[in-house]
């Protein structure tokens, strides 16, 4: 009697785990599969598969607006992606090495400072980031959306680093310097090397939420041929006739498939990049 | 001076980019911001020094009250839910299930994909007259409204949308979940503790450090949510404010009204509500955190 319950218990719960990740999951399956309905067939018919399996959203969507297309934007993205990775792991990562294994004064206080950042909305320095930026004539440029990340602006990514390196045993460190290796060799040639996980799990990180940013994109991009994928999305909502309902849904689609891909290939590094520093050890 | 340079300059070497950024990008900003607030100022001219009056202005600003009540409703419903979600899912997957690593992607991916514009764009067409929602209901004879167009019910579109994306709490609170030590659940077992009581006296009390760690980030998060509010309203906050996000007022006020002075000053408020119940969380915590040791 005991085991037939156990059973059901664990019946049960499997069936429930399936059926709310199913519910949850839905939306996402439905705006994929309305991307191949014709616009017409996405609102006027129930059934899950499409009726009239269409590839024309994909053309048409990426036609995209007043004649720039959807190669411009993503090409937009990815490069300012891409820079923001690069400078944020480079400026981080020297960070979180003075942090985690050099010692010098008021380190404990900077630390606290940097962990106090991590706490501040971004609204108190928003505007006068933008008034600094149009006085250097950067509005409309990729360069507020890039160059501050070579900072370590986020100190997120600097504590997800301070972590990791102070796992690395200091002996290493001991051994190379007897060895005669200067600090920026430890720094580039030893650390580096050895914090390899750490170093992607913060690039992904980065890309994921560079990659969906819209806030900074829209009041720092005001021409179309700078507009990233997500600001030209949105221009999409502006124009809301039906017709344009699948070109919308094939574009959204389009825009996830990035963040899709590199979540199948670096699931184990974005989890552990999220559950690290928050849970002690 | 020369052996404290001496014995500090490589802490120092490697610290200047992000010490650079602290000064250009965060202090010196925050300063100006709170120098902003005291001014009225449109970027084109020279900011005016007009005392306390912006914020006086807001005293009276039904705009900025209704987006204080929105935010608050918005953050205290859906902050609360999410968490509650993420705890719940998690104590499900804390076990030898087939499939756990599937089951875990699943409920984290809409946390991936959820701040993106894409999905406030899928949320939009969930929640409109002709969206999934009403699509499903049909099936029962039920004729749904127009969610997001209707005030009552616009803001719980954002609401739902928040807790949708428990995905990533739920991974932080297995990871603390994973981290009880069996041996405590194995002493109450020998004593005959019922599964409830362990949870209850072992479980929860054990993953609080992190409920609290969780539930502050999670809070201020929702205090600046834009995204979603913005593309699902159109940028209005409608319908009649109902979802005038604090985030999104901010926005209308410094970048399409341009009244810089102004939107600093709902900034600083900003900061000073977030730090007021962040220490509110920290106070009360003392009576339901437990720490070890």
Known sequence: ?281 | MKKWLKENWEGYLFLTPWLIGLLVFTIIPILTSLYLSFTRYNILTTPEFIGVDNYFRMLSDKDFIQSLKVTFKFVFLSVPLRMSFALLIAMLLNRKIRGLRFYRAVYYVPSLLGGSVAISILWRQLFNREGLLNQFLSIFKIEGLNWIATPSTALYTLIILLVWQFGSSMLIFLAALKQVPEDLYDAAKIDGASKLRQFTNITLPMITPMVLFNLIMTMINAFQSFTPAFIISNGTGGPVGSTLLYSLYLYKRGFTFFEMGYASALAWILLILIAIFTAIIFWTSGKWVYYEG
């Not at chain 1, 994921?208 to 005001?222: A, G, M, P």
């Open chain 1, 1 to 281: 009697m005991k085991i037939k319950k156990y059973i059901n218990e664990k019946l049960f719960i499997h069936i429930f785990i399936i059926l709310f990740g199913f519910i949850m999951i839905y939306p996402l399956l439905w705006m994929l599969s309305s991307s191949f309905k014709p616009s017409q067939e996405i609102f006027n018919s129930i059934s899950f598969f499409p009726q009239d399996f269409t590839l024309e959203n994909y053309f048409i969507g990426w036609e995209g607006i007043s004649g720039y297309t959807f190669r411009i934007f993503f090409t937009n993205s990815f490069i300012i992606t891409f820079a923001v990775v690069i400078g944020t792991l480079i400026s981080s990562s020297m960070a979180a090495f003075a942090f985690s294994k050099l010692d010098f004064a008021f380190k404990n206080v900077f630390f606290v400072i940097m962990l106090g950042t991590l706490m501040l909305p971004y609204h108190v320095k928003l505007i006068p980031q933008y008034i600094l930026f149009n006085y250097l004539g950067w509005i409309n440029t990729f360069l507020p959306l890039t160059v501050p990340r070579f900072f370590a602006v986020h100190g997120f990514f600097v504590f997800l680093l301070v972590q990791y390196m102070r796992t690395i045993p200091n002996e290493i460190m001991e051994s190379a310097e007897i060895d005669g290796a200067n600090t920026l060799q430890i720094y580039w040639s030893l650390i580096m090397p050895l914090s390899v996980p750490a170093l992607i799990t913060s690039g992904i990180l980065t890309f994921i939420w560079t990659w969906n940013d819209f806030f900074t994109q829209l009041i720092y991009l005001n021409n179309v041929t700078k507009f990233t994928v997500s600001v030209a999305l949105r221009m999409f909502v502006d124009a809301t006739s039906g017709s344009s309902w699948g070109a919308m849904f094939s574009m959204s689609i389009l825009s996830l498939t990035p963040l899709f891909i590199i979540f199948i290939f670096f699931q184990r590094y974005i989890i552990q990049g999220i559950t690290a520093g928050s849970v002690k050890g």
